[in-house]
């Protein structure tokens, strides 16, 4: 009687010893009847030594026989043994690699038995002979014993379990003939996840390959990818982002190579003819308030923003053609905004400004700032002539009472008596002027009397 086992690296057959272990080949081949054994991982493998298998849990603690399986099945029961006692029969021991044997374990309730439950193992080396009279043998590999060689070449952590995972596939049964115990029922199709799938042990899969190196775009893919989310990550952790998996909203366009006089409300009505617009802001500097000339464009719908995205492309807006795209900033989904708060003092109101239709634009001024300083409260300008001599009046602010004073320059080498004469004759000189321009007018009048 012999059954094949369909594993990650190959097939096995085992001829079981029908005729000397009936007991134990009974409980064996009805565990594999139900599917009991597969998608089993070998838990437990040692070089030269055994490969053990059959415990769901993949621990070397779980398992039972094939009545406590029924007996669970149909609820619980307390005369439900988990184990069964094996007959070891002496004349079956572990010369040759291949043997299969029954692990015993040791009681684990108080009161009952240990035994067999349904963990078994095969030698993976010849004369093994202190495992006779330990554990009883009920068959042995006749086909696979490559399959073993490979087996027994794995890698394994140090628990004996191969960091690559090797599970039994399906077990097939070639022939059975024993009849079924009262209360089997055989499932209708075998499992398709493995029962220690929730145990959180992290290894190789079985149909991977560890050493596989992929192409070089695939590869640069994934690492580009990694290095994406390490980033997220870390944004998320200093606050920058609301969370690592957030993605920009499709909704929102990136406007960019504005002029710096375009504004909010400019951009607004040129692409409000595209559909409902929720905000749009022209992203400006943080000190200054001058335009850093991108902006953000919200869409109330996807679509509207699709219709906007391929018909402004290198539109000419203020003699500048801008360039459009949508947005991959996330700034908004985390505090509000699309920018940083940009903090800008009271800005003074133009008066009698303006050139060309724009209240924006002035005309050009011999001295920068020289009326609006005069409103202000600060110096006025003081010019000196050629001679290093200041002439005129100088006007001063005051700090103290709000006032200005007006005060006269004088030449610090000026002679008074010298001025005064250059004053008395200024006088004179006038005086003659006028009496010789009314003695002029005189005349005149008379010559057209006469005529």
Not at 152 to 170: A, C, M, S, W, Y
Not at 294 to 321: C, G, H, P, S, T
């Amino acid at each position: 009687m012999s059954i094949l086992l369909e594993t990650s690296l190959g097939d096995i057959v085992i001829d079981l010893e029908v005729d000397l272990c009936p007991a134990i080949c009974e409980n064996f081949l009805k565990l594999c009847k139900v599917y009991y054994y597969n998608l089993n991982a070998f838990f437990n493998v040692g070089k030269d030594f055994i490969a053990q298998v059959g415990d769901p849990t993949a621990t070397g603690t779980g398992g039972e026989c094939i009545l406590s399986y029924i007996a669970s099945k149909a609820g619980p029961s307390e005369g439900a043994l988990r184990y069964f006692v094996p007959q070891i029969v002496p004349r079956l021991k572990h010369t040759t690699k291949g043997t299969v044997s029954m692990a015993v374990a040791q009681s684990t309730v108080e009161g009952q038995p240990g035994g067999c439950g349904s963990q078994f193992f095969i030698t993976l080396a010849d004369n093994i002979d202190y495992l006779d009279g330990k554990h009883p043998v009920f068959g042995h590999v006749v086909e696979g014993l490559d399959v073993l060689d490979q087996l027994n070449e794995v890698f394994t952590d140090q628990n004996g379990r191969p960091l690559k995972d090797v599970r039994i596939r399906h077990v097939v049964i070639l022939d059975d003939p024993f009849p079924d115990p009262p209360g089997l029922v055989v499932p209708d199709e075998p499992p398709t996840r493995p029962p220690d799938a929730d145990s959180g042990a992290i290894r190789i899969a079985e149909d991977e390959d560890a050493l596989a190196e992929l192409p070089e775009d695939e590869a640069e893919r994934l690492r580009r990818k990694r290095a994406a989310d390490a980033s997220a990550l870390t944004l998320e952790m200093v606050g920058d982002l609301p969370f690592a998996n957030v993605r920009p909203p499709e909704n929102v366009l990136f406007v960019c190579k504005l002029n710096s006089v375009t504004t909010d409300e400019d951009l607004e009505l040129i692409f409000s003819r595209f559909g409902k617009i929720m905000s749009c802001q022209v992203i400006r500097e943080k000190r200054t308030g001058d335009s850093l000339q991108y902006a953000f464009i919200e869409f109330d719908k996807k679509e509207d923003a699709e219709q906007a995205y391929f018909k402004m492309q290198n539109v000419l807006i203020d003699d500048r053609r801008i360039w459009v795209d949508f947005s991959q900033s996330v700034s908004r989904l985390n505090n509000g905004k699309w920018s940083n708060d940009v903090r800008m003092g009271p800005r003074r109101k133009p008066q009698n400004r303006g050139l060309g239709g724009r209240s924006d634009l002035e005309l050009t001024r011999r001295y920068r700032g020289a009326e609006e300083d005069r409103r202000r409260d600060s110096y006025d300008f003081v010019f000196d002539d050629e001679g290093g001599r200041s002439g005129g009046r100088s006007r001063k602010y005051d700090r103290d009472s709000g006032r200005r004073k007006h005060s006269r320059s004088r030449s610090p080498h000026r002679d008074r008596s010298v001025e005064y004469g250059r004053g008395h004759h200024g006088k004179e000189s006038r005086r003659r002027s006028r009496s010789r321009s009314h003695d002029r007018d005189y005349r005149q009048r008379e010559r057209q009397d006469r005529r």
